[in-house]
């Protein structure tokens, strides 16, 4: 298990990925680099070590490409390109590939990458939206009429995947999708083992009931453990920090008012009205605001 939480000026993140309840190896992985403003899950697949390595070497080369200056579609296509020759090169490599999903911060304004079934979902207070689509299977059946959401959450092809990082030597079409957070939503990247124990409504009532991103991706990830486990189940939560409280100014005005008429008063009638208006501690705050004779 890994945890790791941080705030940068305007946007914060935590991070937790853990085996499950089943499986003894985790095969997934987690980016996190607030200084490129990048985040991504990766889900390996292909068991005996294989996805393990899938998932890490594809973050390790999309953060390297990244860092290089390279586009979002262009770093996913490279760390595509990477497991693929990662495979080629490994005795017993056939079958290693990873569902990937990325985001890339300019501010509030995010760029979304992903191939294969790992999500990203936009929530509120009292919304949830998915930001992705699912390269697999059962949802190119639902897209087509011949399953509903329903059906395709029980069917036993579910797991099948259509496109993913080392699938094949085509040119992998990653999709791509743009927004703004807005204050007080959160933005969550998780792999198929959150979403598989987790509704979407599940999902979005334990976001709009946990205060801060650690606890939520906390509760997250024992939630899907509570439903079963079945598989490695990760997630990043990110949002922007609150903006600075709003300094009050009628004490201020106040104080303006009563020095504007402190040069027609002695200090002893200037003493009283203050005791007058119950002005706790005013006497002390008015030594910042003295006028200079």
């Known amino acids: 298990m890994s945890i790791s939480t941080s705030f940068d000026s305007a946007l914060g993140y935590a991070a937790l990925t853990v085996a499950g309840q089943v499986r003894k190896c985790n095969e997934d992985a987690l980016l996190c680099c607030p200084q490129l403003c990048l985040w991504a899950v990766a889900d390996g697949m292909g068991g005996h070590g294989r996805g393990e390595l899938a998932s890490a070497l594809a973050l390790e080369t999309l953060h390297r490409l990244v860092a290089c200056g390279q586009d979002l579609r262009s770093a ?21 590939g990873a569902s990937l999903v990325a985001v890339r911060f300019a501010g509030a304004d995010f760029q979304l990458a992903w191939a294969g079934d790992s999500r990203a979902y936009r929530i509120g207070g009292d919304s949830i939206r998915q930001l992705t689509r699912d390269h697999t299977w059962v949802q190119t059946m639902v897209d087509a009429g011949r399953l509903t959401q329903e059906e395709a959450s029980r069917h036993p092809l579910r797991n099948l995947v259509t496109r993913c990082l080392g699938l094949n030597h085509d040119m992998l079409a990653v999709e ?97 009205k203050i005791d007058a208006r119950s002005a706790p501690g005013a006497l002390a705050r008015m030594a910042a605001y003295r006028p200079v004779a």
């Open 76 to 96: 996913v296509q490279g760390a595509d390109a990477a497991v693929l020759a990662a495979a080629e090169t490994r005795v017993g490599g056939y079958g290693m």
């Open 176 to 272: 791509l999708v743009q927004g703004r957070l807005d204050q007080g939503e959160r933005l969550l990247l998780c792999s198929d083992g959150l979403t598989r124990e987790l509704s979407d409504a599940r999902i979005q009532h334990l976001c709009a009931h946990t205060l801060s991103l650690d606890t939520l991706v906390g509760a997250l990830v024992g939630a899907a453990e509570r439903m079963g486990g079945s598989d490695n189940i990760s997630c990043i939560a990110l949002g922007l920090a609150a903006p600075p409280a709003r300094t009050e100014e009628r004490p201020r005005g106040f104080l303006r008012r009563l020095l504007k008429s402190a040069g027609k008063m002695s200090g002893a009638r200037l003493r009283r």
